[in-house]
């Protein structure tokens, strides 16, 4: 549960009739606005109401360093609140077109009550890259409840860090939210007493890696252990070298964060020992474009295989799905379905849709299957 | 063979097959230019053209709660009506046709999107873009092709029933939204038979159009009147004026589109095998423009860039009028005709044809129905039956 969840829980009315005027009174509401819902109106007076869809406005960026950026962001009335380490799914439209990713909460419950993320623009990365560069104070974004498990335990203990890159971040999160540093220095909570903390924090080389003056300040002040490691001066993290680096790491408990190489080797190394570890991997596998493949259906459960000159409207139906359709040549929009995962080809431009799973709001990316080919293996829900 | 080509002059008789396929490539190239650009913009724009509206209809809706006062009666139902036309044109049928799908946005798509029309809109959506524009003017198919009521071509036989139908055609220009979701639901022909009344399908779609009616009605004639108070009688008549006029707006618009004199029609054989190039040129010779100033495009919903919807019905509204001189000019370079005019004389246009095939070939004795000599076709005469 929430810390700030709390303070959201309304007490359930102990009358009956109060909500049945207010029930009656939306209805009311609803019938004179139909088509559209009350809620449409009032979207465009106060987008960040109580029972609005979740939102948030952008009200500050800061550069952290050359390409990453930490966004402050007003949550709409709704917002229940987070545990630090845990992230929220964030979404943005770039270039007009809405885009979902998640994010570290990069600190513990605000004063102001907003909430920031701290972002990496990361090559040919979409939305990472308009975080840094192209948000500006004011924007409206789209929110969903904070979520993850990856969290600090409470009550204290042993543990160890593993971070990589931005990986940091959702450790940063918990390290402030223990240890808040206020303009007089770092202040010293009773609770944060009960806890030791390595931080191994890996990162190609030291003027990219975020947060780090964090770390140090930490480190100096006795708080932390700070082990950073630098590809260009240390080489390349092997895990095996953890011992050596951290020596009592059969007492601790391991919490890492960074790509998934790491967190497969690490799994694989503390497997083998026998040792606790507690993972969080963001960016999704890399999603492989090629020509044709395999189409699934949810719904249905069937795999249809289809080369990329066919549509996968005609791939579908000619192994016995049925699937809406409509002209069958891109115009109608009555054969859209969600594509959950994968990627396919507009046949007419040549033009790459993707989606992968926790970057799409809904369902999946709308494709319109009569004009789409495979570009590898995709998942369709229906 | 085309009904055209039957005419003593053909349209594209001097085109060749790779004439025809070069269009379809120069108008491929036309539509990537616009999804190349399209981006935040075109989403502002959209976002804004709602917001305003939903506005205006408030703005609207809050002057007639006060309605038995003569000008708030003028401006909130002036209001409204604009409102209402808006909703219906640039908003609402350009969202339904996937113009802004492009957008990821579950609010704007046309997936999600329902709209202030008797029509339902999976139903609108199904007979418009599936079949108005995939069988543009191919008599027998497309149903906006005088809507199942109406003579609207020389080919097809005249009966007694036409000779009214000037006066079909205002009845269902007053009443356009039920006239658009009685023939959604193919009603001509679904209330024909025991069999087809009984058919599971159409009674479902039967009552989804009805519970739409009834929550629409309700709205304009029940609740905004009662929260009127004393006024109620007057914004009673205020909201029915508001739809009265986005009717008759709405229908002279779309009788714009296709009935005017230089739009050709099509028969259901010279479709069959049709390439991409033939399938645009079809658009292109099939479709109508109306000339004007950008608030008349705006309020048309940017209909009055009939041949550019047509020839790429998914590309945002706001972009036919950037490329509407390419395409002009690709009318010119290949020697056919961009028919385009005034609102009033499109009108007239239109009008002039309803009342000319009213009467049987040749009453008049001028005009190009005098040199149709042929018997009906096929389709023709399953249209004149249906």
């Known amino acids: 549960m929430s810390l700030t969840g709390l303070s959201k829980i309304s007490s359930p009315s102990p009358r009956a009739p109060r909500p049945t005027l207010r029930g009656r009174l939306l209805q009311l509401a609803e019938r004179a606005t139909s088509p559209l819902l009350p809620a449409d109106y009032l979207d465009l007076f106060d987008p960040l109401r109580p029972g609005a869809d979740l939102r948030g406005r952008i009200v500050e960026v800061h550069p952290e360093t050359a390409d990453a950026a930490t966004v402050v962001i007003r949550p709409g009335a709704d917002w229940a609140g987070h545990v630090p380490g845990q992230y929220v799914r964030i979404g943005v439209d770039v270039d007009g077109v809405r885009q979902w990713r998640a994010y570290s909460l990069t600190h513990g419950p605000r004063a102001d009550g907003n909430i920031s993320i701290t972002v990496k623009a990361v090559p040919d990365g979409l939305v990472s890259t308009h975080l840094v560069r192209g948000s500006r104070p004011g924007t409206l974004v789209h929110l969903e409840q904070a979520q993850g498990e990856f969290v600090l335990p409470t009550g204290g203990g042993k543990f160890l860090f593993v971070t990589a890159g931005s990986g940091v971040t959702p450790v940063i999160g918990m390290l402030r939210n223990l240890f808040p540093v206020a303009d007089s220095g770092v202040v010293r909570l009773p609770r944060a007493t009960a806890y030791d903390i390595v931080v191994v924090h890996v990162a190609p080389s030291e003027p990219h890696s975020i947060f780090i003056d964090n770390l140090r300040a930490l480190d100096a002040a006795g708080l932390i252990r700070l082990v950073a490691r630098y590809d260009d001066e240390h080489g390349v993290l092997d895990v095996d070298d953890l011992e050596t680096l951290v020596p009592d790491l059969d007492e601790r408990a391991t919490l890492a964060c960074g790509p998934g190489g790491l967190l497969d080797a690490l799994q694989a190394h503390h497997d083998s020992r026998g040792l606790a570890l507690l993972t969080e991997q963001f960016r999704a596998s890399t999603l492989v474009v090629g020509e044709g493949g395999t189409v699934a259906f949810t719904g249905s459960g069937t795999t249809v295989d289809a080369d990329g000159a066919t549509p996968i409207l005609d791939a579908a139906e000619a192994a016995g799905v049925l699937m809406p359709s409509g002209c069958r040549m891109g115009i109608c929009f009555g054969c859209v379905l969600p594509l959950r995962e994968g990627a396919v080809r507009d046949l007419r431009t040549g033009e790459v849709t993707t989606a992968t799973p926790g970057e799409t709001e809904g369902r999946g990316v709308p494709v319109q299957t009569c004009i789409s080919a495979a570009a590898g293996a995709c998942v369709i829900d229906h | ?386």
């Open chain 2, 1 to 386: 063979m085309t009904v055209l080509q039957k005419k003593t002059h053909n349209p594209i008789g001097h085109l060749t097959p790779e004439d025809i396929e070069q269009i379809g490539v120069e108008l491929d190239a036309i539509r990537q230019s616009v999804i190349d650009t399209r981006g935040a913009a075109d989403a502002a724009y959209i976002r804004k053209v709602i917001a305003t509206q939903r506005k205006l209809e408030l703005g609207s809706r809050a002057v007639l709660l006060v309605s038995m006062f003569p000008p708030a009666w003028v401006v909130g139902t002036a209001g409204l009506a604009v409102a209402k036309i808006i909703e219906n044109m640039e908003i609402g049928h350009n969202v339904m046709h996937g113009q802004w799908d492009w957008m990821r946005d579950p609010k704007i798509h046309s997936t999600t999107w329902e709209w202030d029309n008797a029509s339902p809109s999976e139903q609108w959506k199904h007979s418009h873009n599936e079949l108005h524009h995939t069988y543009t003017n191919v008599i027998g198919k497309d149903n906006d092709l005088g809507y199942g009521i109406m003579r609207v071509d020389e080919d097809q036989r005249w009966v007694p029933l036409y000779a009214a139908q000037p006066l079909w055609n205002f009845v269902n220009a007053c009443f356009f939204e039920y006239g658009i979701a009685a023939y959604d639901l193919e009603l001509g022909k679904n209330l024909a038979t025991k069999e087809r009344r009984q058919d599971p399908d159409f009674r479902a779609r039967a009552t989804v159009t009805l519970k739409k009616i009834r929550n629409q009605m309700t709205k304009d004639y029940v609740i905004h009147p009662l929260l009127s108070g004393p006024s109620f009688l007057s914004t009673l008549g205020a909201n029915a004026t508001a739809n009265l006029i986005r009717n008759l707006w709405t229908h002279s618009v779309i009788m714009c589109g296709h009935f005017p004199e230089g739009v050709e029609t099509f028969e259901r054989r010279s479709i069959v095998g049709e390439t991409r190039g033939e399938w645009y040129l079809r658009q292109m010779l099939g479709s109508a423009n109306i000339s004007g100033s950008k608030a008349m495009h705006f309020m048309t919903g940017n209909l009055s860039f009939q041949i550019e919807h047509h020839l790429f019905p998914d590309l945002p509204s706001n972009r036919y009028q950037e490329i509407a001189p390419q395409v002009q000019d690709l009318f010119r370079r290949y020697g056919l005709t961009y028919t385009t005019g005034s609102l009033p004389r499109q009108v007239a246009s239109a009008w002039k044809k309803v009342f000319r095939l009213s009467l049987p070939n040749g009453a008049l004795r001028r005009g190009r129905g005098a040199t149709v000599t042929d018997l009906p076709t096929a389709p023709a005469r399953e249209h004149a039956a249906a």
